[in-house]
């Protein structure tokens, strides 16, 4: 699997609109680990890539290929760069912050409170009723 011209041009522009290119840039190819076998333990598949002004490190293994790692660790500089220096929240974390909203557990206040409007919700059914025991 290649990538598209397109996409390495945009990718590029992107880099370039961050300051990221030249010397701003340190980038490594290291031993890969994990899953694999022998072969990915002797290749030098994973790229680590630093943002020098920034601090930024990132380090890519998704793929097998050195040119597909190359790609998605140069696009994942661009996201958090982005995110650190316009605090644009991605897509990824508005799900994650989702997420972490609907398991977080209410607090003994919160549930008071919505045991209260329960109780109040019913009382008000409850005289909507036509009245029993008339004969």
């Known amino acids: 699997m290649s990538i598209s011209k397109e996409k390495l041009e945009e990718l590029e522009k992107r880099l370039k609109k961050l300051g990221a290119t030249g010397p701003n840039l340190i980038e490594k190819f290291v031993l890969g680990s994990g899953k694999g076998g022998q072969k990915v333990n002797k290749t030098t598949s994973c ?21 597909l790692n190359r790609y998605y660790a140069r696009k994942m500089l661009c996201e958090k760069l982005e995110k650190k220096l316009h605090d644009i929240q991605s897509a990824k974390d508005k799900l994650m912050h989702k997420v972490r909203k609907q398991k977080k557990r209410r607090s003994r206040r919160q549930q008071q409170k919505l045991v209260d409007d329960k109780r ?10 036509p009245p029993s025991g008339l004969e």
């Open 47 to 67: 790229v680590y890539l630093k943002h020098v002004p920034t601090g930024i490190e990132v380090k890519c293994q998704k793929e097998r290929s050195t040119v």
């Open 120 to 129: 109040h919700l019913s009382q008000k059914k409850a005289l909507r009723k």
